[in-house]
């Protein structure tokens, strides 16, 4: 699909910087129709927290030639080592895209919203399918109360707004880190020599929440940002990238966003940083401080870009960790 606008679709993703020296593919499952939405169904995942629903709703996969840095203190060798052994292929490196709803108390609850409707468009349904997923899931995004945002990658807030540029959600309170909120939208924290998918955020930053305007609330760390849902720093992907604890009686999960993009790659090798962390030291620390508290807690783990339904738990192996994926249960 070589008509593809890189800089409205996956400019400032992890695939973005990927694509840059070379052409991404997108797939989705193949079941003979041309529908999005009947392509759809495969794409939603129910899971009980206590009281709380989670839904993991797809907004589809990519593919893309891994670049010869997408480890940055690891060699491309080791890279494909790693790869080979957790019996996926050593190129191309392919992503998907996962978002969260939560059904708590009464209120439906997004968190991350996936690429959004221009995607959708531009790929003919394969990329951008939350809101069409959404929609088969029997939610409407007029319904939804709260959209929480972990960080700004287009991934995460291109659903925020619609393809002719107006809110997606325009009932919704949309909550976002202040931290995040403070780096993206001062253009005094933008390098002279940033690269065209940093410039890219910065400038998809500004043009996303000067559509939403005042719908656009922000949150500090250890802050409760909707029923039962906590907020929690795990900063250095971006500067203010966030997780959620989301809580219910006994039962927990972890939303952790993009504490870790390739689960083979960084869950297993927590050390190696990735290229599409601006702090790759202090994604590290937010990693291991992260990781360590799940397996000792042993709580369940939704990782956007974790293999569909994208939820799981971890345990410690060797120096590092390795993710144990749940079983998975098509009952609705």
């Known amino acids: 699909m ?50 709380i629903e989670l839904l993991s709703i797809t907004d589809g996969a990519t593919s893309f030639p891994r670049r010869q840095d997408f480890v940055m203190n690891r060699s491309p060798e080791d890279v494909a080592q790693a790869l080979q052994q957790a019996f996926f292929p050593t190129d191309p490196i392919t ?14 609850i997004v968190i991350d919203t996936g690429l959004g409707e221009a995607a959708f468009k531009q790929s003919n349904g394969v990329g951008g399918q939350f809101h069409t997923n959404l929609a088969v899931a029997g939610y409407d995004a007029g ?25 997606a959600f325009p009932k919704s309170e949309i909550w976002v880190p202040a931290a995040e909120y403070a780096f993206w939208m001062n253009s005094g924290n933008m390098a002279p020599d940033a690269s065209e998918a940093m410039v890219a955020n910065f400038e998809r930053a500004r043009r996303i929440f000067g559509i939403l305007g005042d719908s656009v609330k922000k949150f500090a760390p250890e802050m409760e940002v909707a029923p039962g849902v906590t907020s929690m720093a795990t900063h250095g992907h971006t500067p203010g990238h966030s997780s959620f604890i989301v809580a219910s009686g006994s039962d927990k999960v972890i939303i952790q966003g993009d504490v870790t993009t390739h689960p083979a790659l960084f869950i297993r090798h927590p050390g190696w940083h990735g290229f599409t962390d601006v702090d790759p030291v202090m994604a590290e620390q937010s990693r291991r401080k992260l990781y360590d508290r799940i397996v000792a807690e042993r709580l369940l783990v939704h990782g956007f870009h974790f293999p569909f339904p994208s939820l799981g738990h971890l345990t410690r192996e060797d120096d590092g960790y390795r993710l144990m994926p749940i079983m998975w249960n098509p009952a609705p």
């Open 95 to 108: 992503l998907t895209f996962t978002p969260v709803v939560l059904k708590s108390s009464g209120k439906l």
């Open 143 to 167: 319904s939804v109360d709260r959209v929480l945002i972990t960080h700004f990658h287009a991934d995460h807030i291109g659903g925020l707004v619609t393809a002719d540029g107006k809110p």
């Open 2 to 51: 070589s008509d593809f606008s890189r800089r409205t679709f996956l400019a400032g993703t992890a695939t973005a910087a990927a694509v840059a020296s070379g052409t991404a593919s997108y797939a989705a499952a193949s079941d003979g129709s041309p529908s999005g939405a009947r392509r759809a169904r495969t794409g939603i995942y129910r899971q009980n927290i206590g009281e």
